[in-house]
């Protein structure tokens, strides 16, 4: 392997206004170091969950598995109930708005109310449930139908929430620090509140000052982080996202958001490039609030 193509990680590394990394370059994209060091501004910490604070692999093989297994039965069991009819009617005007998407299965009027044909309308909801998540979908409509079920499934001890070892360690020495922790995942925040609360590690809740979900906008949009910004009560610049997806890492620094991407085995690949423009760490155990090296 050529000298300059090693791929260890930033570390040590101060961040830019921008939420890039200041640190030395050697004949390798970073010279070895051992932690990154969070700005002084930062006053709250939010954070994905998937292949952030919990493995993808976890999402992939244990939770999707979950709904697409259990969907059908779920749909005949909870049918007449309000929350169900609820999901189905998001669900259908969510279909709607797909229409003029290639392959996207609708899902009629007539598939939601007292009067829907049952059998047939459950063939059609389930088809397009499984359709959306075919495709990655992560539309409200779909992470609220999936957040109940999940519900259900951690209620009944199907399911607990599996969360990396670093993570409840790091949050509680952040909290103790003053900081303020949050969520922000494309999941509802009913589902986040069941992976924390009804994890391996027992009730996580309590390390947690709030949750943000879709609803607040697309993690994608910068205008979602300046939503979070003022819903918590600061600047965006008082804000650290923590997250494995680079669209959200540039969404959030366009909003003028601290940002550090997270590296976990299974999560995608980094370009030399995202390596390069932004602070990287593969554990929350390597975050400081506060410089040692000034010691």
Known sequence: MPANSSTEPLRWAELRPNGGAVGCRENS?????MQTVAPPAVSAILLDIEGTTTPISFVKDVLFPYIKENV???L????DEKECQEDVDLLRKQAKNDEELEGAVLIPEWCSG???DKEQALEMVTNNILWQMSQDRKTTALKQLQGHMWREAFL??????EVYKDVTPAIKEWRKEGKKVYIYSSGSVEAQKLLFGYSIE???LELFDGHFDTKIGSKVKAESYREIAKNIGCSTDNILFLTDVTKEARAAEEAGA???LVVRPGNTKLTEEE???HSIITSFGELLLSDLRAN
């Open 275 to 277: 390596e390069m423009s």
């Open 202 to 204: 027992g009730d996580l």
């Open 29 to 33: 994209r970073f010279t070895a170091m």
């Open 114 to 116: 007292e009067n829907a």
């Open 258 to 260: 601290r940002v550090i």
């Open 76 to 79: 005949h069991t909870h049918w």
């Open 72 to 74: 059908k039965s779920y």
């Open 156 to 161: 009944r001890g199907e399911v607990k929430g």
